[in-house]
Every structure is written in structure tokens, then in C-alpha cells.
């Protein structure tokens, strides 16, 4: 199984969720297009769907656009805040992954670590 982690950034808020190419690596071949569809199942169950696109030219550089922003809304997620990406199926027609959100926890202005995000995904 393939895990990707990552601290959000203004613009994986505000714009689209840049991915790690060995994330993408895992996902079943684009078959010469530069988009395809995954879906990934949050802690609460809610299946989301997302637009996972590359760079027609030069490195590939996979990013997720349609969905994400709805689960970064539904989430309330911000700068700073973690994303967890698991491939389940890389062989599936369309790639299923789970996908957990995780808030900064601080103290004293400090990291002291991340929490789940557990609220009911109803977006």
C-alpha cells in the first residue's frame, strides 16, 4: 500500500492538492491522457471524487482540482493542517484511496501534533 502525507499550503487550499509523484506513480496508467478519476473514502465513510490531472508537457506533475476543494471546505481545513492519502486499489478502474484530514494541534504556540478530523462528511 502507498501512503502520501502532506502539510497543506495556501494555494493546496485555495486552488488544487499538488501530489507526490510517488503517490501518482501507484495510480493505474493515464493510458495517454494526462486526467483520470479516483475516489477515496474519508474516517466518516463519504466516498469523494476527484479530477486527478497531470501537465501535458514536460514533468507530470499530478494534481487533484474537481472534488477537492468541496473536501477542503466540508473539512474546514487550513494552512498548516495535514492530508493523508492510502491507495487501497491502484488496480481498479478507477483508483480508490483512503483519505484522512488532520487539524494542527498547538500548544503554547508550539506543533505538539495532528488530530483527525472527525466531523460527519455531508457536503
Avoid at 507526490?20 to 465513510?45: I, R, W
Avoid at 508550539?110 to 460527519?120: N, V
Wanted: glycine fraction near 4%; include cysteine.
Amino acid at each position: 500500500m502507498v501512503e502520501f502525507s502532506k502539510l497543506l499550503t495556501s494555494t493546496d487550499i485555495q486552488k488544487r492538492l499538488s501530489l507526490s509523484t510517488k503517490l501518482f506513480k501507484s495510480l493505474p496508467s493515464f493510458n495517454g491522457s494526462h486526467v483520470q478519476y479516483l475516489q477515496a473514502m474519508d474516517e466518516s465513510g463519504f466516498v469523494w471524487n476527484f479530477k486527478c490531472s497531470t501537465r501535458k508537457k514536460g514533468h507530470p506533475k499530478p494534481v487533484l482540482s474537481k472534488g477537492w476543494l468541496a473536501f477542503v471546505r466540508n473539512k474546514k481545513l487550513k494552512v498548516g493542517d495535514k492530508i493523508k492519502f492510502s491507495v487501497l486499489d491502484p488496480t481498479a478502474a478507477v483508483p480508490f484511496c483512503r483519505v484522512r484530514a488532520e487539524k494542527e494541534v498547538k500548544i503554547f504556540r508550539s506543533i505538539f501534533g495532528y488530530s483527525p478530523i472527525t466531523a460527519p462528511s455531508i457536503p
